[in-house]
């Protein structure tokens, strides 16, 4: 079997079976481990999947930066945008992640709700300006980017000092084994700090992000509140997710 043959039959059985085991792979086509696992370096650097011990897992398609996921799912993020808003209720302190599902959640809220929003997205944060009634706290610290978010140390200690009653989450990967993932080292570590200082926390996530990962951990899938997906989840995902004990709401 030509390379480019044997890689193309690893990404279907990735799409079919939602992982993929290297040793299985290389005992079907009598080959060794390390032309597998060489395989995968290479499908892994072209972004084609996440590389994981023993094999890999479906590559998350969320990775991309803020201009290219505004064109991701608009429709299904409109629904979650709008299933995250009706979690939101009157009085509470709630942390408010980056990112285009936040921006819904954002366009969604009530304009006379009376709430405190903290964000270390400057974007959420001036989406929330028409919101008059709701008090804005923005966390500082080093402008990433490709996400549009603060993060860094003056963040992470700002996030100490404030207990929220919810955290409406974005993550790039959400997968059964893997839990709940992003592409970027920092953003996670915020990430992680916003829900170990939220009473509940809730995640929004479009198909595409779903039985995927990326390659930093931000939390196990049953340490949240409830897990948000789109009505039109397949069946087999729905299943797999459910298996983990996560509360999975369907936005309609």
Known sequence: MLTSQRKQLIL???TRDGQFVAKAFSEELGISEDTVRRDLRELAAEGL????HGGALPASAAVGDM???????????????????????????????????????????????RATVVTHSPTVAVALSAHQSI?????????????MVNVGASVIEAISRVRADLYLM???????????????????????????????????????????????TVAPLNTLAALVVPATIPDRVFDSLQSTGVKLLLAT
């Open 170 to 216: 974005g993550v790039t990967g959400v997968h059964a084994e893997a839990g709940l993932t992003t592409g970027d080292f920092e953003e996670a570590a915020v990430k992680r700090a916003l829900h170990e200082r939220a009473a509940e926390t809730v995640v929004l996530a479009t198909l595409d992000k779903l039985g995927a990962a990326s390659a930093f």
């Open 49 to 52: 999947l996440q590389r994981v």
């Open 135 to 147: 008090e804005v706290l923005v966390l500082g610290g080093r402008l990433f980017r490709h996400s």
């Open 67 to 113: 201009r290219v996921r505004a064109q991701l799912a608009p429709d299904d993020k409109r629904l979650l945008g709008r299933a995250g808003a009706a979690l939101v209720q009157a009085g509470q302190v709630v942390f408010l992640d980056g990112g285009t599902t936040s921006l819904q959640v954002v366009q969604h809220l009530p304009l006379d709700l």
């Open 12 to 14: 279907s059985r990735l």
